[in-house]
Structure formats: C-alpha cells, structure tokens
C-alpha cells in the first residue's frame, strides 16, 4: 500500500507538471499544422507568466492576470505572425528572437517596475488560482484503491488542468471534425490549393498564431498563478522547447500530445522523486544528473523512438501568391 501511495503522489505531479506542456504543445500545433514553425512557444510562455505575476501582483485579481497573460502572448505570436507571413521572414529566427526578447525584458522589467531581483510580487489569495474539489471527493477518500485514485490523483486540481486536457479533445474536434480544421491542415500541407479555392491563406494563418498565443498565454498563467505564487525569472526551465519535443514526438496529432507531454511530465515528477534518494543498486545520484533526466531522456526518445516524423510539407516555407 506504500508504494501504491507514492505512485499516487508521482502521477499527481505528472499531472500538475504536464499542464503547461500540453498547453504549449497544442498551442505549437495549431501554428505547425498551418505551415508556421513557431520555436517562440518558450519566450511567449516566458512573458506571459511575467504579465500574469505583474498584474494579478499589482490588482490581486486572477482573471485579469490571466488576461493580461493571453494578451501579451497573442502580441507577440501576431510579431511572429508578421515576420514569417507578411513579410516571408526566417520563421526559426523569428522565434528564436520573441526567445531572447521574453528572456531579457521579463528581468529588466521586473527589476525596473518591482525591485526584486527580476521577480513580480507575491500573489495574495485573490491573485492566483485554487485548486478545486470534485464531488464526493472527501466521502469517498476511505475506499481503497478507489478513493485515492478519484480524490488524490482526479481531484483537487487547478481549473486550468481541467482545461488543458479538455482541449485535447476539442483540438482533435476542430482540427478533424470542422471546416475550419480542414482548411487549417490543408493550408500547411499545400497552400496553393487553398488560395485556389478562393480561400486566403495569410487569414487562416494569421487565425492559427492567434489561437497558438492564447494558448501559450493561458500556459504561462499557470505557471506564475497555479505553480507558484509569481513570477520568478527564466521560470518556463525550457517547458517550451520539451513541449516542442512533445509535438515532433507526437507527429502533430493531438492525442499522441498528450500522452507525450504526459511522458516527460512523468519524467520531470520522477526526477524531482528521486533527488537525494539512492536507487537501488545504483546508490546515491547526483542530483544535477536527476535535473537534467527530462533532458537526457528527451534527447533519447526524439533519437531513436518516434521512427520518421513528418512534418507538414509547407512548414517553413512563406507562401507567395502566384499572380
């Protein structure tokens, strides 16, 4: 029973830890399956958890907080927007700029406006997010198996969690079951027919980087509102990047997301589990090798796991209307 009790434990935090990977995964799937490389999903998560922390810091008030995260995340995905369709920039140098820009001006604004090292104020209990109980959560608690299942493991969650995996299967609805999703696939597999149905595909992806903001915003709210009680420099550790990891691992389908991102949220609970405990017949573990695990293991599972992943055959590539 102990050690069904430490599971519990490890998968409620493969639970909370997965959250902001899903988020950006999905967030890099909409903007992907339009043909947009986005390797900003880091930076905007970055600035958005600092808008979030600042405001919700400032007026105590976890919806505006969240507000203010989705704005300044859907900014900067239109500047993405902007270099890579309207002007037919680098679309990997335009993320990798939203990159340095979050990372630099989150610190600097944070000691400019808070004086803190970089960091927004503590939020107070309006500020943040609370976690919620579902029904009979407590009444049901004894039952063996059962109870800690549904009332450690299902229960006492954040609402964005219960967000966040309710939108895999609202994705794969839109992407699958909806005008919208088909025109949306089609954009980054062959834009050319789509502009020859009379359809504009600098709309459509405008319309995906949009949605990939939002959802990064909403990510990077969780981070500084639910996580944590602020916003603490270089807090997103590269979740952007995992996330990115989780997508190429995925093959850009919405429930293989999931399951990836829950993977290396699985990996991050259980190398936080292991720091400073020894395994057995191995011994005691530095703990920076139990900090980089995720890493490690990211890098194994993109190398030699997923088999050929195919991207979308206009990811990448600005589209130039043919006159």
């Not at 988020?23 to 909409?30: H, R």
């Not at 608690?141 to 219960?162: D, E, K, R």
């Not at 990077?220 to 996580?227: E, F, K």
């Amino acid at each position: 029973m102990e050690y069904f009790e430490a599971l519990i434990v490890i998968l409620q935090s493969t639970v909370r830890v997965s959250v902001p990977l899903i988020l950006a995964a999905l967030a890099g799937l909409y903007s992907e399956r339009a043909g947009i490389f986005d390797i900003g999903l880091e930076g905007k998560m970055l600035a958005a958890a600092f808008a979030a922390g600042a405001v919700a810091g400032i007026t105590q008030n976890a919806l505006l907080g969240l507000t203010a995260a989705m704005a300044v995340s859907v900014a900067l995905a239109l500047v993405h927007g902007f270099a890579s369709i309207t002007q037919r920039g680098n679309q990997i140098v335009s993320g990798v700029a939203i990159n340095f820009i979050a990372a630099g001006a989150t610190v600097i604004l944070g000691q400019a406006w808070f004086h803190q090292g970089g960091q927004t104020p503590r939020l107070g209990e309006g500020g943040r997010f609370v976690t919620h109980e579902l029904p009979f959560a407590a009444e049901i608690a004894g039952i063996p198996v059962l109870g800690p299942i549904y009332s450690n493991l299902l229960s006492g969650h954040f609402l964005l969690t219960y967000l966040a995996f309710a939108l895999v299967p609202a994705t794969w609805w839109v992407l699958y079951r909806t005008r919208f999703g088909l025109r949306l696939r089609a954009v980054g597999e062959n834009p050319g027919a789509v502009d020859t149905a009379g359809i504009s595909v600098t709309w459509l992806r405008y319309r995906a980087v949009i949605c990939c903001g939002l959802l990064c915003g909403i990510a990077g709210a969780y981070l500084s509102m639910a996580m944590t009680g602020g916003f603490v420099k270089g807090m997103t550790a590269g979740k952007g990047f995992i996330a990115l990891a989780a997508l190429i691992f995925a093959k850009w389908k919405p429930v293989n997301v999931m399951f990836a991102c829950l993977l290396f949220g699985f990996l991050d609970a259980m190398s936080i589990r292991l720091q400073g405990n020894p395994l057995p017949l191995i011994g005691q573990v530095p703990a920076q090798f139990m900090q980089a695990l995720p890493y490690i293991l990211t890098v194994i599972l993109l190398a030699g796991f997923i088999g050929k992943a195919i991207p979308p055959r206009a990811g990448g590539v600005p589209y130039v209307k043919e006159r």
